[in-house]
Structure formats: structure tokens, C-alpha cells
């Protein structure tokens, strides 16, 4: 096999608002909570079954900016990216999460007239330059 990859594609609810961090050279990162839910029948009983899987999501610059001013907790999005493992160390323990980098984003929710009346699509280019525009 000559290459590898690494995507993902979720369509969700935010768990939270976006939190949105800037930093001094204009750059910025938000994060947010995204759950996606499995319905199925439990073969023994009978009954129907919802799991919640959750994931953190990561946006970055431009996409963050709008996901800040555009979403709320509760929105349903579609995200497109790829998983990132991130570590630190707390107190001496050392302490690993999973990420979703978002590089594509659609939002899903309908907004009241005065936001906007189409979805909304955010794509991060490869190259940095963020095309938002609704069509």
C-alpha cells in the first residue's frame, strides 16, 4: 500500500458553545464538544437503544471565528478532519485525548431569518485561505 489516511466525518450536536482562545499573532482555536448517537435494538428485550459517543472537536483561525459567532450548544453540524492524539501532563500524570481537527464544516441547524437562511459551509484550504461562502 503506498500512502496512508486519516478522516473523519461526523454529523452531530454540540455539546457546548464554542470556547475560543486568541492569540497574540491574530491566530485563534476553538473547541467545542460534538455527540453523535447510535440507536439500536437489543436483540434479548427488544428495546430500543441510544449510545452517545463523544467527541472534542478542535477549529482553527477563520473556521473558528464563525463556528464562535454562528453556533450554539444544541446546533447539528456535519465535520470533516482528521483525529489528533494530544498529551500533556497534570500534576505529574501524564494525561492523552483524542481530537477532531475540522477542516470542513456544514451547518446543519436552520437559523432564524435574521442569521442566515442557507446552511452555512466553512472549508479550511490546505493552504490556510478559509472559503465561506454559502454555495
Same mark, same amino acid.
Given at each position: 500500500?503506498?500512502? /496512508?489516511?486519516?478522516?473523519?466525518? @461526523? ?11 486568541? =492569540? ?38 477563520? @473556521? ?31 494525561? /492523552? /485525548? ?15 431569518? /435574521? ?19 454559502? =454555495?
Amino acid at each position: 500500500m503506498a500512502g /496512508t489516511l486519516n478522516k473523519v466525518m @461526523l454529523i452531530g450536536h454540540l455539546g457546548e458553545n464554542v470556547k475560543t482562545h486568541y =492569540f497574540e499573532g491574530g491566530g485563534c482555536v476553538g473547541r467545542f464538544s460534538l455527540a453523535t448517537n447510535e440507536t439500536y435494538t437489543n436483540k434479548t428485550t427488544g428495546e430500543k437503544t441510544t449510545t452517545t459517543e463523544w467527541h472534542n472537536i478542535v477549529v482553527r483561525n477563520k @473556521l473558528a471565528e464563525i463556528c464562535e459567532k454562528h453556533l450554539t450548544k444544541g446546533d447539528k453540524v456535519y465535520c470533516e478532519g482528521k483525529i489528533k492524539t494530544r498529551e500533556w501532563e497534570l500534576e505529574g500524570v501524564k494525561k /492523552t /485525548t483524542l481530537e477532531i481537527h475540522v477542516q470542513e464544516m456544514t451547518f446543519l441547524s436552520q437559523k432564524s431569518e /435574521t442569521k442566515n437562511q442557507n446552511s452555512n459551509i466553512a472549508k479550511q484550504q490546505p493552504n490556510g485561505i478559509i472559503d465561506d461562502l454559502p =454555495f
